[in-house]
């Protein structure tokens, strides 16, 4: 079975190892996957920055994830999947998984879909989500998972530019107990976009009505009654088919087709398993994300199961029926590695901690959180309400797995709050003056920047746009071909990094630099404060000035807040990080996937209009905040 490649002594001769010589590095982790035809070159990088990890050999997501398990592992349990919305619960074993696999491959491949062709999934966190994944992987098909709650403009977007032969998708999905109809949706999303998908695959939940469209729409139950006996061969793909493309979620801007290979991905995945969330073969992840995001992509689905753990999808919220609900799943479930973020944390964290001790927690080794800034005092809210190491770990939808994180499958290395931690291995990390391109030292404030080649796993391009891909993420620093996170940062002098906000964050108050992050943690120090965002914006005097929106925790305690909030920077960062105005409102504007839209923010205090603000979860926020600012005007 899997087995650790090689494990190094310390994180530091692994990581330097990595970067001294990748081939070398690679092509020993590259042994814990199963190769149909092994590659015959560990890394092509004859073409800067494309890297094409693996070339020549021939695997597959999904008998990696599935087929691998069957010998020794069948019927161990790979699929949990947990509804509190519809109160079902069901297990799949690795053998079952495998048969519904086969029965959805047979539906795509009957349906007209190949190797190569794009399938579009919009879908609840149903277990057939998961199905549909693995089976595009199967027949090397790539799919292109959209989050179920994107209403039809941004779904006729990505429908647009990823052109997709089959859609499948549910009539609806569910929240607090009420359908929300998904079918609608997909069809003005459809009638909206240029492009036409041929086939639309519906996995009816009796949740809400619909209408089916002639000659286009299938339904699930139907065409899996009809392959129930199918068995589809697994399509073998170069390493460098690609495998799926996933849309960032849009926090700065219209989001990016992130393209992704099939063997680095696997390989970097597994290796991520057990370098960094020390998962291991038999053992349970329980991953809060959503199929939607990458998380979803690589920590529900493809990393515990190609490593060989049981994965769990959740469909509901963390408080229903109670804020016990995720950590009883823990217990019942013997979960190991859990993975989660700090949005969700601070959801619980209004909730009575007692629900988080209820349940026997005793299998759980790791808490992992990433996803936006996680900010101490909710670090150390959780880390003492569950008594488990909180682990921090920093990336991108880009790169597909953590650039930063303390790799304890390596060595046990202290934490420090606030920090993601060090450089994961294979990550050729510098800190760069973004006007200059000169590399910075410890403790000076810099970009984040990768040195090419990228590791296996990361985006290969962005789909159907080399240039792009080149022009946004590899040329924006000036005189070096080399990949920016657009995420500001520090390093101390032990090699922790610490995130500082995005380069788009960074703002200029008479002459001094200054992260919005490093305002925002200051404020949050505050007893009263539940969630902080500052913003930079413009001022005839000072060129910009900081601008707080801050949610209490008690909002019948705020009289003074505001200057005790102002007194808090004062002491902690000093007078010229004080923010010009901090302003106490109920609700920040968010992304679907719950990170903070600043640049809106910046938008609505400067009085200008917000823009594109299609990936905004509830658009009413900002409306909220421009009378808050109005109230205070007045
Ligand atoms: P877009 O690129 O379209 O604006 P996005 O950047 O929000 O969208 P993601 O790829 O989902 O899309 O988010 C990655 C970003 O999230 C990182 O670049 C960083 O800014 C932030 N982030 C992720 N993890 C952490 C972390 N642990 N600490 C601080 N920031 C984090
Ligand atoms: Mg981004």
């Known amino acids: 079975m899997v087995q650790a490649a090689k494990q190094n002594a310390s994180y530091k001769t692994m990581h330097e190892a990595s970067i001294a010589d990748p081939i070398e590095f690679w092509s020993e982790q590259a042994k814990l996957i199963h190769w149909e035809k092994p590659f015959n070159q560990v890394l092509d990088y004859?073409?800067?920055?494309?890297?094409?990890?693996?070339?020549?050999?021939?695997?597959?997501?999904c008998y990696n994830a599935v087929d691998r398990h069957l010998a020794e592992r069948g019927e161990q349990i790979a699929l949990v999947a947990v509804s509190t919305e519809t109160?079902?619960?069901?297990?799949?074993?690795?053998?079952?998984?495998?048969?519904?696999?086969?029965?959805?491959?047979?539906?795509?491949?009957?349906?007209?879909?190949?190797?190569?062709?794009?399938?579009?999934?919009?879908?609840?966190?149903?277990?057939?989500?998961?199905?549909?994944?693995?089976?595009?992987?199967?027949?090397?098909?790539?799919?292109?998972?959209?989050?179920?709650?994107?209403?039809?403009?941004?779904?006729?977007?990505?429908?647009?530019?990823?052109?997709?032969?089959?859609?499948?998708?549910?009539?609806?999905?569910?929240?607090?107990?009420?359908?929300?109809?998904?079918k609608p949706l997909l069809d003005?999303?459809?009638?909206?976009?240029?492009?036409?998908?041929?086939?639309?695959?519906?996995?009816?939940?009796?949740?809400?009505?619909?209408?089916?469209?002639?000659e286009r729409d299938l339904d699930y139950a139907a065409e899996r009654e009809k392959n129930i006996a199918a068995q589809v061969a697994v399509e073998w793909v170069d390493a460098t088919h690609p495998s799926y493309i996933l849309y960032t979620s849009g926090t700065t801007g219209k989001p990016k087709g992130v393209q992704r290979d099939t063997g680095g991905y696997a390989v970097a995945l597994t290796a991520s398993m057990q370098h960094i969330f020390c998962g291991k073969p038999g053992e349970t992840m329980f991953t809060t994300s959503d199929i939607g995001?990458?998380?979803?992509?690589?920590?529900?689905?493809?990393?515990?199961?190609?490593?060989?753990?049981?994965?769990?999808?959740?469909?509901?919220?963390?408080?229903?029926?109670?804020?016990?609900?995720w950590w009883s799943l823990v217990e019942k479930y013997k979960v190991s590695v859990m993975f989660s973020a700090p949005t969700a944390v601070r959801v619980l964290k209004k909730q009575d901690p007692s629900f988080l001790t209820k349940y026997d927690?005793?299998?759980?080794?790791?808490?992992?959180?990433?996803?936006?800034p996680l900010d101490e005092p909710t670090a150390n809210w959780i880390h003492e309400a569950i008594n488990k190491p909180v682990v921090d770990n920093y990336w991108q939808t880009e790169t597909g797995w953590p650039i930063l994180a303390i790799q304890s499958g390596i060595e046990t290395m202290p934490h420090k709050f606030g920090s993601p931690g060090l450089p994961s291995f294979g990550y050729n990390i510098k800190l760069l003056d973004d006007a200059t391109g000169a590399e910075l030292g410890a403790d000076a404030k810099g970009v984040i920047a990768i040195e090419g080649p990228l590791p296996p796993g990361c985006m290969q391009t962005i789909w159907g746009d080399d240039a792009r891909y080149v022009k946004t993420y590899w040329e924006s620093i000036p005189g070096k071909l080399i990949y920016s996170t657009?995420?500001?940062?520090?390093?101390?002098?032990?090699?922790?990094?610490?995130?500082?906000?995005?380069?788009?964050?960074v703002i200029n108050v008479a002459g001094h630099r200054l992260g919005t992050r490093e305002i925002e943690e200051s404020l949050s120090s505050h007893p009263n404060l539940a969630e902080v965002a500052v913003v930079g914006i413009a001022d005839q005097l000072k060129g910009q000035v900081a601008i707080g929106f801050a949610i209490p925790k008690d909002a019948t305690q705020t009289t003074t807040l505001e200057a005790e909030l102002m007194k808090t920077v004062d002491s902690q960062l000093g007078a010229v990080a004080r923010p010009a105005r901090v302003y106490i409102v109920n609700a920040l504007p968010k992304t679907r996937s719950g990170k903070i839209v600043r640049r809106a923010l910046q938008a609505v205090a400067e009085g200008r209009d917000p823009g594109d603000i299609s990936t905004m979860e509830d658009q009413a926020v900002l409306m909220h905040i421009k009378e808050v600012i109005e109230q205070k005007r007045s």
């Open 46 to 61: 004859s073409n800067p920055p494309f890297s094409k990890w693996f070339e020549g050999g021939l695997t597959n997501l």
């Open 87 to 182: 109160n079902q619960e069901k297990t799949y074993t690795f053998q079952e998984l495998h048969t519904e696999v086969n029965r959805m491959a047979a539906i795509l491949k009957t349906n007209g879909v190949n190797k190569g062709d794009r399938v579009l999934i919009y879908m609840p966190m149903i277990a057939e989500a998961c199905f549909a994944m693995l089976a595009c992987a199967r027949i090397g098909a790539i799919h292109s998972v959209v989050f179920g709650g994107f209403a039809s403009h941004s779904l006729a977007a990505r429908i647009d530019d990823a052109q997709p032969k089959m859609i499948i998708s549910a009539e609806a999905g569910i929240r607090m107990g009420k359908g929300v109809p998904y």
């Open 188 to 214: 003005e999303a459809i009638a909206l976009a240029e492009f036409k998908p041929t086939k639309v695959l519906i996995v009816n939940r009796g949740l809400t009505p619909y209408t089916s469209v002639a």
């Open 293 to 325: 995001w990458v998380v979803g992509h690589s920590y529900i689905i493809y990393a515990p199961l190609l490593n060989g753990m049981a994965t769990i999808m959740y469909e509901g919220t963390p408080l229903r029926p109670d804020a016990g609900i």
């Open 361 to 372: 927690l005793s299998s759980l080794r790791y808490l992992f959180l990433a996803g936006e």
């Open 486 to 505: 657009f995420d500001w940062g520090i390093k101390d002098s032990d090699g922790y990094f610490f995130i500082l906000g995005r380069t788009d964050d």
